[in-house]
């Protein structure tokens, strides 16, 4: 691997949060561990963005498993960019959908997924998801351990 300069990076740096998904720049780092197949989870509990119709906030509970190759997200630009949605109108799908993509697209991992378990609005959650392809065999693959919404029923 070649030697990599930090210096571009977000971290370590004052930074301003980012009006938008679009706006926001994602840092990636070199994979010390590259050579081995291993999961990491980013897990965003508090996740928010806004209804693209009323403007009403809607909030979800995100788990992003990934098997990295050669990158890893770096951890502040990922903080940055979830960030960004909330004054971001989009439906749930898209919210879970793009940020699934864009992480794919910027780290060519093994694999990648990402669970969007959204809170109900109207009555009905909407839980999205989405993955890159088929999993590596050889990986541990844990449940993402957010229970099914039940309600009162």
């Not at 793009?98 to 909407?126: F, K, N, S």
Request: proline letters at 9%; a negative charge.
């Amino acid at each position: 691997m070649t030697a990599f300069d930090a210096s571009s990076l977000q971290l370590g740096h004052e930074t301003i949060y980012p009006k938008s998904p679009d706006e926001a720049r994602l840092d990636r780092v070199p994979n010390p561990q590259a050579d081995t197949l291993y999961l990491a989870r980013f897990t965003v509990p508090e996740f928010t963005s806004l209804c693209p119709v009323t403007g009403q906030p809607d909030f979800a509970h995100l788990v992003i498993d990934y098997v990295p190759k050669d990158w890893l997200v770096e951890s502040k630009s990922l903080k940055l960019y979830m960030t960004s949605f909330r004054n971001h109108g989009a439906f749930h799908e898209d919210c879970t959908v793009a940020i699934g993509r864009r992480l794919a697209d910027l780290l060519d991992p093994h694999w990648l997924r990402i669970g969007g378990y959204w809170y109900p609005r109207g009555g009905i959650p909407i839980d999205v998801f989405w993955q890159s392809g088929e999993p590596p065999k050889a990986v541990w693959i844990p449940d993402q351990g957010v229970a099914s919404y039940r309600g009162r029923g």
